[in-house]
């Protein structure tokens, strides 16, 4: 009698079972399919396709296969099996039925719980036995049992955290399908409110750098982004004990709730009171950081007054929705609800303003020299400090490209001081300031490192930018020279007019001394920011190895002045003149055409600016030798989109055709004479 009356009720665990036993049949089913049928199709499928390149294929973890399908029966059915669980819960009816019974509450959950466990273990365990027979049955594939029981602990590791904290909310929620919605919005919440306060650090936050999710694996802190992740990066050890504390966490809350919630509450929204404020900020605050963000897509988007407004209205809309939420009506209105949400308001505009205000120090802090063990300074932080390493699957930091020289240091620190204090603005629409990103690493003695990302108008900070510019360790970073500098390979040079015009060295003497000589040349550039190569250049590309097997590369493009001699003597002596620069003789006549004055369409390719010129502007034929030499000697390749007075056309004797820019300050006598009007 006191067996059947208290844990082991057969009819409740077979009620539990009835309820939610289907789904764990169907996440066996596309566990099996994940896996096992995935195995034994490429099983097959490298004999015919792969075979010749490696005898076996080692698997490195058994999350290869079912890319797609792992994570959704990872995040979909241990859910599921909790919705359908704790349903008796969300009913009238069935609520008092099981709280009549004579069992005390934790009882009754205890059943639940373990039947869900049991759930999710029986297609995990069967999934694994399956994969420990076939291991020694595949023909081409090869993995080890230990890959098995590291697949199978992950999965059910995650499958019960999915499992608790579903059943968690369950106990919080008196509504199953808000059950399932507030769970989809929970697991994804963390990295949802990173990305909100990114985007809005960005825009209010003077200094701010958004640090990429690639190298800070932010994004990872969302339960559901981790698991959707699992095919490219397994769980680690660490991961793995959080999400089983966590597990373990979630369910000792839930006995601690479930005893505390009345049975009165099935329907509910919100089953306990205490959580309604919570639930009223969360969804003000996210509704009105999403109005925040679109708005900030908008042209009025400077305009204080209307942004503020954008924020309130947010934090309105956001509030109405959660009292409908949790009162399950549309008649919410009255003078208490009002101030309610006023004090509501108050709390949630705090949360939103206070992060972007002097009072963090955020924006004026400039390290102590003596804080700084080495810096960084250039316009893509984040891509050349980090580098991706294959083996271990993290990046890593490259020393390299910060410098640790004192002098160095104290003038970026003394630029950034500088910046901060002034704080200057930036005019986008005014194409004749040249606006320069910087972003700044510091690496300091305490290990951490510091960011900031400013945009620096150049005539402002020109003496100051100089003596940062102008130095060897900011020449080797910006143009990557310590890349260079390593490379053994071949180098490709190329016509930056056509470029189907090129060479190709590979002679690793001649790859030496050209070498020496793109070095030299780049470090003799005088302030980098502002070089522009007016006349005839080519460029030199290297194919620079990310890994050791030289499957992955980057190229890397050093351009190439004319007027520095060495390399053109170079060119000369090993017969690649002739091809890789551009001279009159291949030029059959430059066609000129004077530049729209409409700003708006400087951003766009030459070609089709020009064509957009050919009804509007009188357009001009040079085919006289003399003045073709005059107009390729002034001319250049747009690179910065500025505003250019004039676009010339090109046409070469092998019938190609290349565009180049003529600005004002490079017209000579010789060449006004033939500009159209």
């Known amino acids: 009698m006191m067996f059947n009356r208290f844990f082991f009720n057969r009819g409740l665990w077979i009620q539990a079972f009835r309820q939610s036993a289907w789904l764990s049949v169907l996440y066996l089913i596309g566990l099996l399919i994940a896996l096992p049928l995935m195995i034994i199709t490429q099983d097959n499928e490298y004999e015919l396709s792969f075979r010749r390149f490696e005898p076996v294929w080692n698997l490195d973890d058994l999350f290869y296969f079912g890319q797609q399908i792992q994570p959704f029966c990872m995040m979909i059915f241990p859910a599921f099996i909790a919705i359908f669980l704790t349903r008796y819960m969300q009913n009238k009816k069935s609520a008092d039925l099981f709280h009549s019974l004579p069992f005390r509450r934790e009882q009754l959950l205890s059943i639940h719980l373990l039947v869900g466990i049991l759930l999710n273990v029986i297609p995990i365990g069967i999934t694994m036995i399956l994969l420990a027979i076939m291991k020694n049955r595949l023909m081409y594939l090869e993995y080890t049992g230990t890959q098995i029981w590291q697949w199978g602990i992950t999965v059910f590791v995650i499958s019960l955290f999915i499992f608790a904290f579903t059943f968690f909310v369950g106990v919080c929620i008196g509504q199953s399908v808000l059950q399932m919605i507030v769970t989809g919005i929970l697991l994804l919440l963390p990295v949802v409110v990173i990305m909100f306060f990114q985007q809005h650090f960005i825009a209010y936050l003077y200094g701010y750098m958004q640090e990429s999710s690639m190298v800070t694996n932010y994004d990872y802190s969302s339960p559901l982004v981790r698991i959707g992740a699992l095919s490219g990066e397994a769980l680690s050890l660490q991961e793995g004990w959080i999400y089983a504390i966590l597990a373990v966490v979630f369910i000792i809350l839930t006995y601690i709730l479930y005893k505390l919630r009345p049975s009165e509450a099935a329907s509910q929204a919100i089953v306990f009171r205490y959580f309604n404020p919570i639930f009223r900020i969360g969804v003000m605050f996210c509704a009105s950081m999403t109005l925040g963000t679109y708005w900030r897509l908008v042209p009025s988007f400077d ?375």
């Open 303 to 677: 305009n204080v007054v209307l942004t503020i407004s954008i924020y309130i209205l947010g934090i309105i809309v956001g509030y109405f929705i959660a009292e409908m939420l949790i009162r399950k009506t549309w008649y919410i209105f009255n003078w208490k609800m009002m101030l309610r949400m006023l004090g509501y308001s108050i709390i949630v505009g705090f949360i939103i303003y206070l992060p972007i205000t002097n009072l963090t120090g955020y924006e004026k802090r400039v390290p102590e020299l003596a804080e700084v063990q080495s810096v960084y300074i250039g316009n893509n932080a984040q891509g050349q400090l980090f580098e991706y390493d294959y083996m271990s699957s993290q990046y890593g930091i490259k020393k390299e490209k910060l410098s640790s020289n004192q002098e160095y240091i104290q003038s970026i620190l003394a630029l950034q001081a500088k910046v901060v204090e002034d704080q200057p603005e930036v005019d986008y629409k005014n194409t004749e300031i040249i606006n320069y990103p910087f972003q700044i690493a510091y690496q300091l003695k305490n290990g951490e490192l510091m960011y900031r990302s400013y945009v620096l108008p150049d005539k402002m900070y020109a003496s100051d930018l100089e003596k940062i510019t102008n130095t060897e360790e900011y020449k080797t970073v910006y143009y990557r020279l310590d890349d260079l500098k390593k490379y053994q390979g071949k180098i490709r040079i190329y016509n930056t007019d056509v470029s189907q015009k090129s060479k190709v060295v590979t002679n690793p003497a001649k790859v030496k001394e050209l070498k020496n000589l793109i070095l030299q040349e780049h470090l003799a550039i005088q302030n980098p920011l502002n070089r522009s190569i007016v006349g005839s250049r080519a460029s030199f590309v290297i194919q620079f190895p990310l890994n050791e097997e030289g499957t992955n590369t980057d190229e890397r493009y050093y351009d190439w002045d004319t007027s520095y001699q060495p390399i053109a003597t170079w060119l000369k002596a090993n017969g690649y003149w002739d091809t890789l620069v551009t001279q009159p003789k291949d030029i059959t006549s430059i066609v000129i055409a004077k530049e729209s004055t409409d700003s708006n369409t400087h951003y766009q390719e030459l070609s089709y600016r020009f064509s957009q010129q050919l009804t509007n502007s009188k357009l001009v034929t040079v085919n006289r030798p003399q003045v073709i030499a005059e107009l390729l000697d002034h001319s250049q390749q747009e690179v910065n989109f500025q505003n250019t007075n004039y676009i010339l056309k090109l046409k070469f004797k092998d019938k190609s055709i290349a565009y180049r820019v003529l600005s004002s300050s490079e017209i000579n006598p010789e060449i006004y004479k033939v500009l159209p009007e």
